[in-house]
Nanobody, 124 residues
Framework: QVQLVESGGGLVQAGDSLRLSCAAS????????MGWFRQAPGKEREFVAI????????YYRDSVKGRFTISRDNAKNTVYLQMNSLKPEDTAVYYC?????????????????WGQGTQVTVSS
């Protein structure tokens, strides 16, 4: 059984940092893209950052470029999201996701495995 388990969320003030982790079990994702998505109250889930299987390529939504960094440790089957200079508009539930195909995609429907989510709340 494949599981993705996120951790690291919390309540912080604007300008603070958080590091999210997502540990995968049940299969190895070292050759496959993984990503972080988020969903704010009343809004649709959206792409935040994606990393290719070999970690050579990373992709970010415009609003987080220069503030967030996605990385992965394939030996640990884990992906991370370092979030700096957090803003109130970053408040959301953050989800980790993994594909079972090798191509990178920004579309939620192309991700086959999802974590349960971790809440990030940024106060002003």
């Amino acid at each position: 059984q494949v599981q993705l388990v996120e951790s690291g969320g919390g309540l912080v003030q604007a300008g603070d940092s958080l590091r999210l982790s997502c540990a995968a079990s049940g299969r190895t994702f070292s050759n496959y893209p993984m990503g972080w998505f988020r969903q704010a109250p009343g809004k649709e889930r959206e792409f935040v950052a994606i990393i290719s299987g070999n970690a050579y390529n990373t992709y970010y939504r415009d609003s987080v470029k220069g503030r967030f960094t996605i990385s992965r440790d394939n030996a640990k089957n884990t992906v991370y999201l370092q979030m700096n200079s957090l803003k109130p508009e970053d408040t959301a539930v953050y989800y980790c996701a993994a594909r079972s195909l090798r191509g990178v995609s920004y579309s939620l429907r192309d991700y086959d495995y999802w974590g349960q989510g971790t809440q990030v709340t940024v106060s002003s």
